[in-house]
Structures are given as structure tokens and as C-alpha cells.
């Protein structure tokens, strides 16, 4: 069952095109890895996908709910990371939580169950009435994962989850993207680290607001003649003929 389904999808700024006519489908329970180089058009995609930034035309539903007509529903059907850490450093773990809780529309019995799991799951027990800003980066990370997920939502997208974590704290992070996808939930994942590229279902590469290829790993690997993804990314990127946006 598709949860995605994108067909000519574009955003214009002006005379500028970021996302031109991109379609593809994301299946339940798929983890899609969305790439492209700076000023390839992936995060103002992702943002359209969210329900944050109309698009100029194309069509789309995202966890069953028209783009134009259902935005609000489909921000509360959805789990958001973004590349920049997105909790709130001046409240601690536990307040971070009941806030996000009662955003997504938790009652109170269910933000207490959800606290006293996820504290559990992160081993946090004893830093849950710690400030955010005093965890490590890894830590924060895996904590803004786990809050987005809070809701159960049918998707969780993520845009550079990993960006600057330790190589030991990406893989347990990924660990928790695959249990994630393993219960069910689609996950859309943005990275440049090419290596986490091979752990997705499929794999969409933008270049110049285009999708240029889009495949399972060891299919892109073959018809580009690559050892690895980060091959097949440097082949499609060199065509691109901007920068970044």
C-alpha cells in the first residue's frame, strides 16, 4: 500500500524552478532514502511532503490526505526531524515530551505511557528532568527521533538525522530507523553519508529539481556500473548544472 504518492510535483520561486515535476510512490513500512546535493530541490520536496510549503502544481497525497485540501491533517499524521536539532534546549527531557505530546493531540494517561517508554527504551531514567542542552549531540538525536515518533505516525520523515554524530551513535540511530520501518512506519530519509544510502528499500536521486534515478540500492549499483552508492551519487551529481539553492 502506497503512503506516498507524488505525481508531477513542482515549486517555483519566481523564475526559479526547485522542484520540477518530480512523481514517485513510497510503500507502508518502506525506509526511502530522498537524495541530491545542495540545491538539488530534496528539502523543498520534503517540505512540500510535510504540508509546510504549497506546491506550484503536480498532485499528492502523503499518509492518505490530499496536499492542497488536508495540510493540517497531514502534519498531525506525520513525524517530523529536521536537519537542525528541533527540541526545545531550555526545557528538559520530560517537558520536552509532554509538550510535543499535547501538540500532536496526546492525552495526559497516554504522554505519561509514552514518557516512561521512551525514557526506558533511551535508557534516560535518571537524566528525565535534565535540560535538552546538556546531552550530547547523539543523544539529542536519538531523543528528537524518538518525540517525533511519540504520536505513532503512519510516516516519520527526517532530513540529515545523522548529520554530525559519531559513526557508532549513526548506527544506533539506524537501529532505531529499522525497527521504526519494522512495526510499520514509512520512513523518508535525507542523508549525504552514502554508506546509509545502502540501508534503504529504495533510493531517489534529485539533481537540478529533477528525479534523476530512483531504485533499490543493488539496482542503481548495476545499471550505473558502481561498487557503491557513493558511486552512483558522484556519477548523477556531476550532471548537475546549478548550485546550491
Known amino acids: 500500500m502506497n503512503v506516498i504518492s507524488v505525481k508531477d510535483l513542482t515549486k517555483r520561486f519566481g523564475n526559479f524552478t526547485a522542484v520540477d515535476r518530480i512523481?514517485?510512490?513510497?510503500?507502508?513500512?518502506?525506509?526511502?532514502?530522498f537524495l541530491g546535493a545542495n540545491g538539488a530541490g530534496k528539502t523543498t520536496a520534503m517540505r512540500m511532503l510535510c504540508g509546510l510549503s504549497m506546491p506550484t502544481s503536480g498532485e499528492a497525497t502523503v499518509a492518505g490526505y490530499d496536499l492542497y485540501k488536508h495540510a493540517e491533517k497531514i502534519k498531525k499524521n506525520i513525524g517530523y526531524m529536521s536537519q537542525k536539532f528541533s527540541l526545545y534546549e531550555d526545557l528538559t527531557i520530560r517537558e520536552n515530551i509532554r509538550f510535543y505530546g499535547g501538540i500532536y493531540g496526546l492525552n495526559d494517561g497516554s504522554i505519561k505511557s509514552k514518557t516512561d517508554h521512551l525514557v526506558a527504551t533511551l535508557k534516560l531514567e535518571d537524566k528525565v528532568n535534565t535540560l535538552v542542552k546538556s546531552l550530547p549531540l547523539g543523544w539529542k538525536q536519538k531523543l528528537s527521533f524518538s518525540v517525533a515518533m511519540i504520536h505513532d505516525p503512519k510516516i516519520v520523515f527526517l532530513d540529515e538525522p545523522t548529520g554530525g554524530v559519531d559513526p557508532i551513535t549513526r548506527r544506533e540511530f539506524w537501529t532505531m530507523i529499522f525497527e521504526a520501518a519494522h512495526r510499520g512506519t514509512t520512513v523518508f530519509v535525507t542523508t549525504h553519508?552514502?554508506?546509509?544510502?545502502?540501508?534503504?528499500?529504495?533510493?531517489?536521486?534529485?539533481v537540478d529539481g529533477q528525479v534523476e534515478a530512483l531504485g533499490s540500492p543493488e539496482v542503481l549499483k548495476t545499471k550505473y556500473e558502481a561498487k557503491d552508492m557513493g558511486e552512483v551519487?558522484?556519477?548523477?551529481?556531476?550532471?548537475a548544472k546549478r548550485g546550491d539553492d
Open 23 to 33: 512523481t514517485f510512490e513510497v510503500e507502508q513500512g518502506e525506509i526511502f532514502g
Open 193 to 206: 553519508y552514502m554508506d546509509e544510502a545502502e540501508y534503504c528499500n529504495r533510493v531517489s536521486i534529485m
Open 233 to 239: 551519487f558522484l556519477k548523477l551529481a556531476r550532471k
